[in-house]
């Protein structure tokens, strides 16, 4: 599911957009206030940012200055009444990818966030884990694991083809130097580090359940 930010004060509006983007399977996180939205941003991964600008304890365009300086390309639609040229050029240098004028119609919004959400690439979902397959990152409970490299390509081909089962030759050809013994030993690995449940189906490999 994708799941957003959004930085508003208002409540009532607030409260509308969740149940609007709610309802077209979003996931919303709700600041009332820059500072909750910064320690929002840094808690959890977001595949989008919806930003008011005249909000509490830190502005949006502020907010979303450092966190391009913090190196968060995170796609960002900046929702303001601010409606002069100079609001607007001030978001964009900020880091904006989009700008929205209050009020608004909501489903302008959603084509909106589909427009900067389409570029996403694929993602794998299984259980608390979620793979971005382009750049191979792992994350569990929205938190970026880290493993080995033949670990992590093991993980990813185990969540890839489940709930089939993945050859032992297929999983081979991820290892170093491959053996029985070496893939028994990261499969263990795996199942200890992660505490998930992987399956030895006989004759053919292993499967994740």
């Not at 100079?86 to 989009?98: L, M, V």
């Not at 900067?116 to 990152?137: A, G, P």
């Amino acid at each position: 599911m994708t799941k957003l930010l959004l930085l508003e004060d208002d409540p009532i509006l607030s409260k509308t957009l969740i149940k609007y983007l709610t309802h077209h399977d979003y996931e919303v996180d709700w600041a009332k206030n820059g500072e909750e939205a910064m320690d929002l941003s840094y808690e959890n991964n977001y595949n989008l940012y919806l930003f008011d600008i005249n909000v509490p304890l830190l502005n949006g365009v502020d907010l979303l200055s450092a966190l391009r300086d913090a190196e968060d390309l995170t796609p960002t639609i900046i929702i303001s009444a601010l409606v002069d040229v100079g609001s607007i050029t001030k978001g964009f240098i900020a880091g904006a990818d989009d700008y929205m004028k209050k009020p608004f119609d909501p489903e302008e919004l959603l084509v909106r966030i589909k427009a900067k959400t389409s570029s996403l690439k694929e993602r794998l979902k299984f259980k608390d884990f979620e793979i971005d397959i382009q750049k191979e990152e792992i994350f569990h409970k929205g938190k970026e694991i880290y493993l080995g490299l033949v670990q992590k390509n093991l993980l990813i081909s185990l969540i890839k083809n489940q709930p089939n089962p993945v050859t032992k030759d297929e999983l081979m050809l991820l290892l170093d130097k491959p053996s029985d013994l070496a893939l028994r030993v990261n499969i263990s690995k795996l199942k200890k580090n992660l505490n998930i449940e992987i399956s030895n189906v006989r004759g053919v490999g292993y499967k994740i359940i």
